[in-house]
């Protein structure tokens, strides 16, 4: 099993530690430590849950003897894909503490992302819901344990059913805790999370303890939380924005609650914000505009909501602007990435800044470049490729040379792909992106992954995948295909997606058929080339 290791060159390493960015603590000491300061606060409420500081920090201890009692190991990777319920704390607070990595999966992955991560991170187990959303996820645990047989175990947050090899999360729960199990070290990998993917299929990220809380500890106290704070989970939970940007993780180190929103609509958040008091969520940017517009006929009291965040895409200044009036909010625009930097607008930010930029990085030790194709930094005010290095930015993704090569510089800058502008004040607004994923709704699709899945259609002779400016999604995808002899329909193309196993938001939202890429058919574009002029084609045709 390849070793999962994220390592910064002393140098850096050593000056993190000396300016107190990493602070040695570890996600099962800091549980532990507000368990003894907070014991009978609320940590977490979600479903039928309701669990003190206490409770969530022994409810972990069993779930890390039961996961050893099962047979698993530290070191060993396990990818996790639960939608937005309590048991996902005490299941990773026990992985963490038991030394075992989650490798986190995103609800909508099907069959196909869930087996490329559980056989890119060398997983063992996996761990699912029952179901959500009238999805059964035993099924498809079903169809991974056939590909994957290195997967031993599942863990079912409800009924396992028959499935072989399958715990319940009840069962883990009831575990008695034997010995103090030995303190993973703060500087090792504690959990994956994944990459959007701008070219082909996601890329595993490995985060340490000592970066990963920095990064939250430092984002809860720009946030101005406190054990007062109340957090709403809206997007689903394992996506780095809610986990980390302070996200839950940032206020069950402040001493604060989490609530779990079964689902974003504000049919179900809104009455959830006036029961529980809630101070501060966090979205993409189409959900902001669905909250706005239900705001104008709600009858519950959000009067409690203090800070609404709005990050993973673009927000338009036109909406930004009335976020605030509207829901009676402080906004926060919020551009983050799992590999690592994030930045925020602050509460001091005049207006203006708040409206119009995506925000400053959190640390003082994040450095940011902004070069341009050549890789010479472009004054303030320019737009460039955003680079950037710090002690919360990985410096490579696990067991891929290849997209290390790409994705980072020799002296270790990871490229984001995004083009900014950075203001004097440090402030950086967002004017697109160099790499061809498609950010729909604030889920980032690979063109390069759907028209692998297209490619392998009979009827298709050449496919190019490209986004397409949408009023509602921010971007939507749109796939360019050349038959092979005969034309088959639209509906055909979306159907074969799906029956590829793939996350629905990879669907094509539209498919358009032609008879050739280009007019100067040379054969000797590239494949961004391509889509810049298809892009543009379509973007003539709307107009
Ligand atoms: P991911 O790879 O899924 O972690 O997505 C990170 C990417 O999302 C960034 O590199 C940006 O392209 C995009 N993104 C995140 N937040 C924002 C934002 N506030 N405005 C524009 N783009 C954003
Ligand atoms: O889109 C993202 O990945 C993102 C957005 C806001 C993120 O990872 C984050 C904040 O931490």
Redesign the pocket.
């Known amino acids: 099993m390849v070793p999962v290791q994220q390592v910064w060159p002393e140098e850096f390493a050593r000056r993190y530690r000396e300016r107190g960015y990493w602070q040695g603590e570890t996600f099962g000491g800091f549980l532990r430590q507000r368990a003894r300061q907070l014991p009978d606060r609320v940590a977490v409420v979600g479903g039928g849950d309701r669990w003190t500081y206490a409770e969530l920090d022994l409810l972990a201890d069993r779930v890390a003897a039961g996961l050893l009692a099962a047979g698993l190991e530290a070191g060993d990777r396990v990818v996790v894909q639960l939608p937005n319920v309590a048991a996902f704390f005490p299941l990773v607070f026990g992985m963490f503490r038991a030394g075992i990595l989650p490798v986190f999966a995103l609800p909508a992955h099907r069959q196909t992302e869930i087996v490329h991560l559980a056989q890119r991170s060398e997983a063992c187990a996996y761990v699912i819901a029952e179901r959500q959303d009238g999805f059964d996820y035993r099924t498809l645990a079903r169809t991974v344990l056939a590909e994957v047989p290195a997967i031993r175990r599942v863990v079912v947050v409800g009924e396992p059913g028959d499935l072989p090899g399958a715990i319940s999360f009840a069962e883990l729960a009831a575990t008695t805790p034997g010995a103090p199990l030995p303190e993973p070290s703060p500087s090792a990998v504690a959990f994956m999370q994944i990459?959007?993917g701008s070219t082909g299929l996601s890329k595993l990220i490995p985060r340490t303890h000592d970066d990963y809380i920095y990064s939250f500890r430092a984002s809860a106290e720009i946030c101005q939380l406190d054990p007062n704070s109340v957090y709403l989970t809206v997007l689903p939970v394992a996506h780095?924005f809610p986990m980390s940007s302070p996200g839950v993780f940032g206020v069950l180190h402040a001493g604060g609650r989490v609530v779990l929103s079964p689902s974003p609509s504000p049919d179900v958040a809104f009455p959830l914000i006036e029961q529980e008091r809630v101070t501060i969520t966090g979205m993409v940017p189409p959900l902001a505009l669905l909250w706005l517009q239900a705001a104008a006929s709600r009858t519950a009291d959000l009067s409690s909501l203090k800070l609404l965040q709005?990050?993973?895409?673009?927000?338009a200044p036109e909406i930004a602007r009335r976020i605030g009036p509207t829901l009676g909010v402080r906004l926060q625009?919020?551009?983050?990435?799992?590999?690592g930097l994030v930045n925020y607008t602050r509460h001091d930010d005049p207006d203006e800044l708040v409206i119009n930029t995506?925000g400053r990085p959190i640390s003082p030790d994040d450095e940011v470049l902004v070069v341009d194709d050549q890789g010479r930094p472009v004054p303030d005010g320019e737009p460039g490729h955003l680079l950037t290095r710090g002690p919360y930015t990985i410096r490579g993704y696990h067991n891929d040379p290849g997209a290390n090569a790409r994705a980072f510089t020799e002296d270790g800058f990871y490229r984001?792909?995004?083009i900014v502008r950075r203001l004097p004040s440090g402030h950086l607004e967002?004017q697109g992106?160099a790499t061809d994923h498609i950010?729909r709704a604030g889920e980032?699709i690979s063109a390069e992954e759907i028209e692998d899945h297209l490619l392998a259609h009979p009827d298709v002779f050449d496919a190019a995948v490209v986004s397409v400016p949408d009023e509602y999604l921010g971007e939507r995808s749109c796939a360019f295909i050349i038959p092979n002899g005969r034309q088959p329909r639209a509906v055909e193309i979306k159907a074969w997606i799906r029956s590829r196993g793939l996350a629905e938001f990879k669907v094509p939202d539209q498919v358009v058929f032609v008879g050739e890429f280009t007019a100067t058919a040379v054969g000797k574009i590239s494949r961004r080339e391509l889509r810049a002029i298809l892009r543009q084609r379509l973007a003539e045709a709307d107009r």
Request: hydrophobic share 35%.
């Open positions: 990459s959007g780095n709005v990050g993973g895409a673009k927000l625009q919020v551009f983050g990435m799992a590999e995506q984001t792909g995004d967002v992106r950010n980032k």
